[in-house]
Nanobody
Framework: VQLQASGGGLVQPGGSLRLSCAATGRTDSSYALGWFRQAPGKAREFIARIRWRDGSTDYADSVKGRFTISRGNARNTVYLQMNGLKPEDTAVYYC????????????WGQGTQVTVSS
């Protein structure tokens, strides 16, 4: 599975961005696609996950109610709609593929920078 993340940029506090993750290759071997982020000097943080089969989702408490993960009609694109952005949301955002329910994420996209600043 190859993943390409895009959509990052500079936005003012309170603004919105939509990230996209395009998946190619053996996407039928993927159980779910997740979004993570990593800020400078901090550990990588789980943000959200969507399961390909039924579209069910999970969110980190830090983004619940502000971010929405969704999938395209084909099994190859996942979106992360980010509303109410805060300076602490500034990070590099990565998408990753999870091969099974309790398995580690095995394929990662290259990351896209999100900067929230006035």
């Amino acid at each position: 599975v190859q993943l390409q993340a895009s959509g990052g940029g500079l936005v003012q506090p309170g603004g919105s961005l939509r990230l996209s993750c395009a998946a190619t290759g053996r996407t039928d071997s993927s159980y779910a696609l997740g979004w993570f982020r990593q800020a400078p000097g901090k550990a990588r943080e789980f943000i959200a996950r969507i399961r390909w089969r039924d579209g069910s989702t999970d969110y980190a408490d830090s983004v619940k109610g502000r971010f929405t993960i969704s999938r395209g009609n084909a099994r190859n694109t996942v979106y992360l709609q980010m509303n109410g952005l805060k300076p602490e949301d500034t990070a590099v955002y990565y998408c990753a593929s999870q091969p099974g329910r309790l398995m580690s994420y095995d394929y990662w996209g290259q990351g896209t920078q999100v900067t929230v600043s006035s």
